[in-house]
């Protein structure tokens, strides 16, 4: 059994979830399989690293794993998507782009790398933004969904878990602790798509102790390419 530490609460707000998929379905003209179609479960269930006790998980390259053991997706977000696509109006609503919870009064602006909040037992922790897979395009059958996700900065983010425990509906998330205030999901992504960050920026994040290992190494990468490059015009000044 975790222990819970005594802590300040700074926010409390109601989530949709928990939703989890039990079996896996086909993609649309595909092989292929999917664990997106997530369903919300009224029974409690237990969070540990790897995710919700019997989630099912498609693709372990790009899913799962010590840094994306939960999704979440803004629900709010579902009303500019049913605009966006009118024909998928009656498709779009929790769960439909795979996530394990939702909410109505956060968004990636609300949200930092490094939160550390509190759902049920279990104490989680915002890892990165979730990247839009290819898959929800084939999902929906809209081509370029996951491109225009990408786009409007409506990704959703991911948690990974520092202490399991158990989660239910009627759970509400906490947040206990914001080390970087200054780095928002929203702002994270968007220097993700900036081909043109600042050097101190690029090196700030790739040392940001709570970012997803794969953030880091990407911002290390374009930081020794920015410095590689950089270092070889000084040779010829």
């Known amino acids: 059994m975790t222990q819970q530490t005594s802590r300040t609460v700074l926010g409390a707000w109601a989530v949709d979830g928990p939703l989890l998929c039990r079996q896996f379905s086909p993609l649309p003209d595909s092989r292929k399989a999917t664990a997106m179609d997530k369903q919300f479960s009224d029974c409690p269930l237990w969070l540990g690293p790897d995710g919700l006790q019997g989630d099912r998980i498609a693709d372990r390259r790009f899913h799962?794993?010590?840094?994306?053991?939960?999704?979440?997706?803004?629900?709010?977000?579902?009303?500019?998507?049913?605009?966006?696509?009118?024909?998928?109006?009656?498709?779009?609503?929790?769960?439909?782009?795979?996530?394990?919870?939702?909410s109505q009064a956060l968004g990636e602006e609300q949200v930092c790398i490094g939160d550390l909040l509190r759902w049920g037992s279990a104490l989680i922790q915002i890892s990165q933004p979730r990247s839009p897979c290819i898959k929800l395009d084939k999902r929906h059958g809209v081509r370029g969904l996951a491109r225009e996700l990408s786009?409007?900065?409506?990704?959703?983010?991911?948690?990974?878990?520092?202490?399991?425990?158990?989660?239910?509906?009627?759970?509400?998330?906490?947040?206990?602790?914001?080390?970087?205030?200054?780095?928002?999901?929203?702002?994270?992504?968007?220097?993700?798509?900036?081909?043109?960050?600042?050097?101190?920026?690029?090196?700030?994040?790739?040392?940001?102790?709570?970012?997803?290992?794969?953030?880091?190494?990407?911002?290390?990468?374009?930081?020794?390419?920015?410095?590689?490059?950089?270092?070889?015009?000084?040779?010829?000044?």
């Open 64 to 102: 799962g794993g010590p840094d994306r053991s939960l999704c979440h997706y803004p629900s709010q977000h579902y009303q500019y998507w049913s605009q966006r696509f009118p024909q998928l109006r009656s498709r779009l609503g929790l769960g439909a782009f795979g996530e394990n919870l939702g």
């Open 151 to 237: 786009a409007s900065g409506r990704t959703g983010w991911l948690y990974r878990t520092i202490e399991p425990g158990s989660v239910r509906s009627d759970d509400t998330l906490q947040l206990l602790d914001r080390p970087h205030p200054q780095i928002s999901v929203a702002h994270l992504w968007r220097c993700f798509l900036d081909q043109n960050l600042a050097e101190d920026s690029l090196q700030q994040l790739a040392k940001l102790p709570p970012l997803a290992l794969h953030y880091r190494a990407i911002f290390r990468q374009r930081y020794d390419a920015l410095r590689g490059r950089r270092d070889q015009h000084s040779l010829f000044d």
